[in-house]
């Protein structure tokens, strides 16, 4: 390789290598979420033209709609409990809110989560990483987050739902640092 075609190549990685840090800032609402997936961070990479350039970066995956999770509903006959209530929680290390104790902006995105959508917010349905493991640990991609508007708040703001693969729902109202399972019988 000659020493224009490795100056070529490392412009080419540069500029891609940037490409990727402006998308990465710029992908979230808030100024780059820490729960973002990594596909969908990147934005669309540049091709390097001249002449021996050659793209070192594969294209970016188009990112597809996320899947709804399934309302969580307790099935038709419950499990056995040592309470006899029929809930079975995924995580009894975790605590539980009911349903109807939530936010009403919570049971509005809770609703819009069952009927798929339109959320108000670009960054909803994305996958959220459980990076600091305060959800029970699942295959990347299980989990995916949706905003709770906050009344007053210039931004996304901190509450959120986060839904699991198999139709569990969970509530944090301080941005990820505690959850709580929600309970939809109650």
Known sequence: MTSRNRLWTALA???CVLAAAVGYLLS??????????AASKTAATPTATGPGAASTAPAAPKPSAPRPSA?????????????????????????DVCRTRLPDQARDTLGLIAKGGPYPYRSDGIVFENRESRLPRKTSGYYHE????????????????????????????DHYATFQEIDSRC
């Not at 969580?72 to 995924?90: N, R, Y």
């Not at 906050?150 to 944090?172: F, I, K, L, N």
């Open 13 to 15: 990685v540069l500029i």
């Open 28 to 37: 979230d609402d808030t100024g780059g979420g820490a729960s973002q997936s």
């Open 71 to 95: 309302p969580a509903t307790p099935p038709a006959t419950p499990p056995a409990t040592a309470a006899g209530t029929g809930w079975v929680p995924t995580d009894p290390a975790l605590a």
């Open 146 to 173: 949706f905003t709770v508007v906050t009344p007053g708040s210039g931004d996304r703001g901190a509450r959120r739902v986060v839904t699991g693969g198999s139709g569990e729902q969970y509530w944090t109202a």
